[in-house]
């Protein structure tokens, strides 16, 4: 499974017209399990986001005088694929 947020749109895209197809329409609750799990993902890119602005704007500095950025924590350079 892909994991970028355009594979994301796709996916809700495609959930929609499933929804929308008259001969084998998509189950809702099937349906909605799928907004869920997206409204969950996004959500989770949003406190990333605001993690990353918090990061940039705590600078800090070191003992030379120079600025540093806090490092952020090391989950953020893990890519995982989902099955």
């Not at 890119?45 to 704007?57: I, R």
């Amino acid at each position: 499974m892909k994991t970028k947020s355009s594979d994301l749109r796709e996916h809700l895209f495609a959930t929609l017209e499933g929804l929308l197809d008259d001969e084998n329409p998509l189950d809702i609750n099937r349906a909605k399990a799928v907004a869920d799990v997206g409204k969950v993902i996004v959500e989770s890119a949003k406190v990333e986001v605001e993690m990353a602005k918090v990061l940039v704007q705590n600078k800090s500095k070191n003992e030379w005088g120079d600025d540093q950025l806090i490092e952020k924590p090391e989950y953020f350079n893990e890519t995982k694929k989902l099955r």
